[in-house]
């Protein structure tokens, strides 16, 4: 079946601007992880959905950041007034259960200029 | 502050011999850890866990140990193969909602 899907791939945006990221889990998976990677470093934890609902948000540095899940399923990353700090690969991951072994999507490469 | 570490960050093997990852952690209410392979513009992909009530868990020809003690965790990979090549993360959580990750591991089999 579909893995983990994240779009747009790759996102080049400028200082200040507003962007999202979408994911789509696998089908039928009902807790979604978001994460950060910067080079050389692992994937550092954002924000978790059980379903609709954020189970846990503390990874999230800043109010700049927010996520929204609505129906159980997408889920977007959304991020306000970019910073150049913000420059890093997006991973969403999801399992079928919150706790069990996580499906990465390929990341979305974000670059702020 | 890093909760789990790889204070390796390469390894080099030669193919047909023992590959042996290693992994630290600080945080002794971890009760779950589990063993992820990254390749270039990828995202990971789960290798293998293991439960803190255990301390070792075997999967073809990779295995896990656990030593709660020394809050240590290491994978065996034997034999190695050159398509194993790739990053290793070492990863722990408690109670299944964050996810802590180390840095990574660079293994490369040489054939």
């Known amino acids: 079946g579909a893995g983990v899907s994240q779009t747009p791939s790759n996102k080049v945006t400028e200082k200040g601007k507003y962007v999202e990221l979408r994911c789509d889990p696998i089908s039928g998976h009902t807790a979604l992880y978001w994460y950060r990677q910067s080079l050389g470093q692992g994937p550092e934890f954002l924000i978790y959905?059980?379903?609709?609902?954020?189970?846990?948000d503390s990874g999230l540095p800043n109010d700049r950041f927010f996520a929204v899940r609505p129906e159980g399923s997408v889920s977007t990353l959304k991020i306000q007034r970019t910073e150049r700090g913000d420059s890093a690969v997006y991973l969403c991951?999801?399992?079928?259960?919150?706790?069990?072994?996580?499906?990465f999507g390929p990341g979305t490469r974000l670059t702020v200029t | 502050d890093q909760q789990v570490k790889q204070n390796s960050p390469s390894l080099s093997v030669q193919e047909g011999r023992i590959s042996i990852l290693n992994c630290d952690y600080t945080n002794s209410m971890f009760d779950y850890f589990l063993w992820y392979k990254k390749y270039p513009a990828e995202g990971p992909t789960f290798l293998i866990s293991i439960s803190s009530i255990k301390d070792k868990n075997e999967d073809g020809r990779f295995t896990v140990f656990l030593n709660k003690s020394a809050k240590h965790l290491s994978l065996h990979i034997v034999p190695s193969q050159p398509g194993d090549s790739a990053v290793y993360f070492c990863?722990?959580?408690?109670?299944?909602?964050?996810?802590?990750f180390g840095t990574g591991t660079s293994l490369t089999v040489i054939p």
């Open positions: 959905f059980q379903g609709t609902g954020a189970a846990d």
């Open positions: 991951a999801s399992s079928l259960i919150g706790g069990d072994e996580q499906y």
């Open positions: 990863a722990a959580s408690k109670s299944g909602n964050q996810f802590y």
